[in-house]
């Protein structure tokens, strides 16, 4: 009799640990492995930078949008001096659209950028972002990454304002506008300015990818991708 009891006792445990089982998985409790999570984070980074880059680089993604790079306080009063002179009426329109085509065309620099960051995260960096705050991920890519950004930015930058127009037209504004008497001379590069912002943008936009991760299922587009982020709902 009492073996008979033990015998039922054991199936009704391990069927109770079954069901355990099952709804855990259910409800995406689990335990993660360390490699899930490596591989869950690093396949979140992927999805996100590549979205925001494919954004940001496309027409108008820096342009018409609200990572749109503006000008400076400084540049826009010699625009304003300027709108009065033949020939600079529209010189702050002109000038703007063309840093942001600029931008737009540094921004396809970012993906190998990324995607070497994202390969060399450790097991501890990807704990660290999926127990962290909100923008972990963008943190831990903007400090691994900036530095290696810029340098590629700049220069491709540079030459974007040189191709479209923008380093000629806004030097030819500066020279106008240091003519004029009593002002204070300005400097005519906006290279290491126009890197900033659009990195500033670059960096918004990928914040917003990894929210929309974290907090919007349907933006969970792989089994483990759910499983990852459901530790941290």
């Known amino acids: 009799m009492f073996s008979y009891v033990l015998v039922l006792s054991s199936l009704f445990f391990n069927s109770c640990n079954a069901q355990f089982g099952k709804l855990?998985?259910?409800?995406?409790?689990?335990?993660?492995?360390?490699e899930e999570v490596a591989n869950g984070l690093k396949e979140a980074l992927n999805q996100g930078t590549?979205?925001?880059?494919?954004?940001?680089?496309?027409?108008?993604?820096?342009y018409k949008s609200i990572y749109k790079v503006?000008?400076?306080?400084?540049?826009?009063k010699v625009c304003n001096k300027l709108?009065?002179?033949?020939?600079?009426?529209?010189?702050?329109?002109?000038?703007?659209?063309?840093?942001?085509?600029a931008a737009e065309d540094a921004a396809t620099k970012a993906k190998p950028i990324f995607l070497s960051a994202i390969k060399q995260m450790t097991i501890q960096d990807a704990w660290n972002?999926?127990?962290?705050?909100?923008?972990?991920?963008?943190k831990y890519l903007n400090r691994t990454t900036n530095q290696a950004l810029y340098?590629?930015?700049?220069?491709?930058?540079?030459?974007?304002?040189?191709?479209?127009?923008?380093?000629?037209?806004?030097t030819s504004a500066i020279n106008k506008y240091n003519q004029i008497p009593l002002v204070k001379k300005m400097n005519p590069?906006?290279?290491d300015y126009v890197t900033q912002k659009a990195l500033d943008g670059l960096f918004k936009k990928i914040a917003e990818e990894e929210l929309n991760i974290r907090t919007n299922l349907t933006a969970r587009t792989s089994d483990l991708l759910k499983k990852v982020f459901s530790k941290q709902d």
């Open 24 to 34: 855990l998985k259910k409800v995406g409790l689990e335990e993660l492995s360390t």
């Open 50 to 62: 590549g979205k925001g880059v494919d954004f940001l680089s496309a027409k108008d993604g820096y």
């Open 70 to 76: 503006l000008l400076p306080d400084d540049a826009q």
């Open 83 to 101: 709108s009065v002179i033949p020939g600079f009426n529209n010189i702050e329109n002109e000038v703007v659209e063309k840093l942001n085509r």
């Open 129 to 138: 972002i999926l127990k962290g705050e909100k923008n972990a991920a963008t």
């Open 151 to 170: 340098n590629e930015f700049k220069p491709v930058i540079t030459n974007s304002m040189e191709k479209v127009g923008a380093i000629q037209l806004w």
């Open 189 to 191: 590069d906006m290279s």
